[in-house]
Nanobody
């Protein structure tokens, strides 16, 4: 499965962006998916995850209440709606799918990865 992340860009603090993650195969609907991000000089960190049928979601404390993860399996696409952005959200955002472990916040749990999309929030 190939994943294509898009939707990043430059936005002012307080603004919003919606990221998309398009999958190449229908089997995407069978997999948990997640978003991670990596800021300059920092390790990649977990942002959010959604189970395959969309009924369970989890967020990191840093984005809870501001970001919303969702998916449309019929379109083989996942989303990350980001509101109230601040400069600390500046990072390359990656989507991932097919977790091989119940540890959903660990990047090593995921098999498929997108190429990343840059999000820059100016103050």
């Amino acid at each position: 499965v190939q994943l294509q992340a898009s939707g990043g860009g430059l936005v002012q603090a307080g603004g919003s962006l919606r990221l998309s993650c398009a999958a190449s195969e229908r089997t995407f609907s069978n997999y948990r998916m997640a978003w991670f991000r990596q800021a300059p000089g920092k390790e990649r960190e977990f942002v959010a995850t959604i189970f395959r049928n969309g009924d369970s979601t989890y967020y990191s404390d840093s984005v809870k209440g501001r970001f919303t993860i969702s998916r449309e399996n019929a379109k083989r696409t996942g989303y990350l709606q980001m509101n109230s952005l601040n400069p600390e959200d500046t990072a390359v955002y990656y989507c991932a799918a097919r977790s091989k472990s119940a540890i959903y916040y660990q990047e090593s749990s995921y098999i498929y990865w997108g190429q990343g999309t840059q999000v820059t929030v100016s103050s």
